[in-house]
């Protein structure tokens, strides 16, 4: 709903926020397309959720790839070759969702709607999501009220440096689309068959949490390791200081899945609310410290909001849903590994852009490699375990 309303507004009044953000009505094309985003985005949800309660995890995977090989050439032509900036960007984030929402429903969702409007659904619902209203809000604040700060403090230059960063952070975006599709269908179908104690239910939440945090903490870790050769490879030198971010964007990602995982115990409360009041301090965060790190730092001052403000987020999931679905969470354990994980691949791009230290590639190697032995080393994990992760799902 509050994207729709934005849509409305914008579509009247781009010219006069872009004059209230940015003090010009230069960036009326990005406000509007920036909003004209919103109802895409709620389609494209709504057709992730007809993919995942079908049971097509291949059909979703092929407009998974789909949309990202349109999103990374788009970006790359829009920012790259046009030097389109910002409103690049945006407009590859248009094309991309706009491309998978019309071949996904002329591919196989066509044939899932009823077309017909139900009057006791629409009251359950607005009983549900109604306080998630300004959550939504909310959610388009934190996730990219950094854009707009670097337009108004910085230049164009920084918002293609941001947003090849962010382009090239989306990778892991293909495992979380993964564990969404898959997650809520098999956690409902373990807890609606479960007694009082829930006991199956909530290990499955643990268990999902470990195996995910350490596959995206060696996928986030590649990806950055590596990103200069990467970047190099698909773009030009000169948005090279652009993989400084990476790093962070990547593993924000990971706080945001592990997020969409726990908040399990807040949906089962139906307490929607409290998504509400979670996304609204979250934005507040971002927002607030948008105005201390980009002045200072630029676009890498806006992945450190980012990161911070998702982290802010976990805490206030965590507590609130352990009060309602407990689960037992190896916290420290993550953590730990998390860090460990995030400061080798955090440090590796920033020391070559700042010519602090060159890495050759067999020494990446070799770093990664050794990275990958942590999860043993510190008895996250063991090749028992693994094993028995394959048996299951043989």
């Known amino acids: 709903m509050s994207q729709y309303f934005l849509l409305f507004y914008s579509l009247f009044f781009a010219s006069n926020i872009s004059e209230l953000l940015f003090k010009t009505d230069e960036y009326t094309n990005v406000v509007l397309v920036t909003c004209l985003l919103l109802p895409l985005n709620v389609i494209t949800s709504e057709q992730e959720l007809i993919y ?6 291949w059909k979703y995977n092929l407009l998974t790839i789909l949309k990202a090989l349109v999103n990374i050439g788009a970006g790359v032509a829009l920012v790259v070759n046009f030097k389109w900036g910002v409103l690049g960007a ?4 248009f094309v991309s969702s706009l491309v998978v929402i019309i071949f996904s429903f002329f591919f196989y969702t066509r044939n899932k709607y009823t077309y017909k409007f139900s009057f006791a659904w629409a009251r359950k619902m607005l009983k549900y999501g109604f306080p998630l209203v300004l959550a939504g809000i909310a959610v388009w604040v934190y996730s990219v009220s950094d854009r707009y700060f670097l337009l108004y403090y910085k230049t164009l230059t920084d918002i ?7 382009t090239f952070s989306q990778p892991l975006g293909l495992i979380n689309t993964a564990v969404q599709m898959s997650w809520g269908v098999l956690f409902y ?3 609606n068959n479960e007694d009082a104690e829930k006991a199956e239910s909530k290990n499955a939440i643990t268990v999902l949490v470990k195996y995910y945090v350490i596959l995206g903490c060696i996928i986030s ?3 950055s390791v590596f990103a200069f050769e990467i970047v190099d490879l698909v773009t030009t030198p000169a948005y090279l200081p652009g993989i400084i971010v990476i790093p962070l964007l990547l593993f924000s990602a990971i706080i945001a899945q592990v997020i969409e995982i726990i908040g399990v115990g807040i949906t089962l409360s139906e307490k929607t609310i409290y998504f509400t009041y979670i996304l609204i301090v979250s934005a507040l965060v971002n927002f607030g410290l948008n105005f201390i790190f980009v002045p200072l730092l630029s676009y890498y001052g806006a992945s450190i909001t980012t990161i911070i403000a998702y982290t802010v987020n976990l805490i206030l ?9 407990p689960a037992k969470y190896n916290v420290f354990s993550t953590i730990f590994l998390f860090v460990l994980f995030l400061i080798p691949a955090t440090l590796i791009p920033l020391f070559e852009i700042k010519n602090i230290f060159v890495f050759p590639i067999y020494l990446k190697i070799i770093i990664f490699f050794l990275c990958l032995s942590l999860p043993f080393i510190f008895g996250f994990i063991n090749l028992n375990q693994i094993k028995s992760l394959i048996r299951k799902n043989n």
């Open 52 to 57: 995942r309660f079908n049971r097509k995890p």
């Open 221 to 223: 870790l590649f990806l």
């Open 160 to 166: 293609g440096y941001y947003s090849i960063g962010s």
């Open 189 to 191: 179908e373990i807890y």
């Open 317 to 325: 999931t965590y507590k609130i849903a352990q009060r309602y679905f």
């Open 90 to 93: 945006q407009l590859a984030s």
